[in-house]
Nanobody
């Protein structure tokens, strides 16, 4: 499975960015996809996830609820992260993640990351 992110960049506080992540390869049985971020000197943290079934259940970190929206286009095997009302503390490298789960076995896939910089 290959995950390729795009859409990062620099924006002023209050602005918006939209990230995309395209999946290719053996994408069959990916159960969920999502976005994580890692700021300098901090651990990688979950931003938002979405299931790949017809329900498309979503989950958000408290810090981004109401500002970020995750969505998917299963026909394109692509997920998106619409980020509005950006804050300087949202500055980080954003990573796309894919999860395959077979019973108790889980396989994680990561993109290369895309930088998001929010200036005050």
């Amino acid at each position: 499975v290959r995950l390729v992110e795009s859409g990062g960049g620099s924006v002023q506080a209050g602005g918006s960015l939209r990230l995309s992540c395209a999946a290719s390869g053996s994408t069959f049985s990916i159960n969920a996809m999502g976005w994580y971020r890692q700021a300098p000197g901090k651990q990688r943290e979950l931003v938002a996830t979405i299931t790949t079934d017809s329900v498309g259940s979503t989950n958000y970190a408290d810090s981004v609820k109401g500002r970020f929206t995750i969505s998917s286009d299963n026909t394109k095997q692509t997920i998106y992260l619409q980020m509005n009302s950006l804050k300087p503390e949202d500055t980080a490298v954003y990573y796309c993640h894919g999860l395959k789960a077979y019973g108790s076995l889980e396989y994680d896939y990561w993109g290369q990351g895309t930088q998001v910089t929010v200036s005050s």
